[in-house]
Nanobody, 127 residues
Framework: QVQLVESGGGSVQSGGSLRLSCAASGFTSSSYSLGWVRQAPGQEREGVAAIENDDSAAYDASVKGRFTISLDNAKKMVYLEMKSLLPEDTAMYYC?????????????????????WGQGTQVTVSS
């Protein structure tokens, strides 16, 4: 049974930093893509960053240069280091997994082509 467990959310002031973690388990495929997707109240989900087992990564333009995604392949842990946070980064952040993805890491992220989703962790940035 696939499980995705996020942690690390919280409340920070604008300009602050947070690090999100996601522990993925219950799958054996060596080809996968792990992404961070966020959803603000009243808005649609949007892909923020994603990384594949070969370490190829993708970022949404709104976070490029501020967020860094990384993967510990052996532990199947994915991290999202978030710096220079802005109030518009406030959202529920979800970890998502695509097994044997058919498309590129960017296409998978932009199309939200994920098979499994975590429960989410809240990030709140105050001005």
């Amino acid at each position: 049974q696939v499980q995705l467990v996020e942690s690390g959310g919280g409340s920070v002031q604008s300009g602050g930093s947070l690090r999100l973690s996601c522990a993925a388990s219950g799958f054996t495929s060596s080809s996968y893509s792990l992404g961070w997707v966020r959803q603000a109240p009243g808005q649609e989900r949007e892909g923020v960053a994603a990384i594949e087992n070969d370490d190829s990564a993708a970022y949404d333009a709104s976070v490029k240069g501020r967020f860094t995604i990384s993967l510990d392949n052996a532990k199947k842990m994915v991290y999202l280091e978030m710096k220079s946070l802005l109030p518009e980064d406030t959202a529920m952040y979800y970890c998502a997994l695509a097994l044997d993805p058919a498309n590129s890491v960017m296409s998978t992220m932009e199309g939200l082509e994920y098979d499994y989703w975590g429960q989410g962790t809240q990030v709140t940035v105050s001005s």
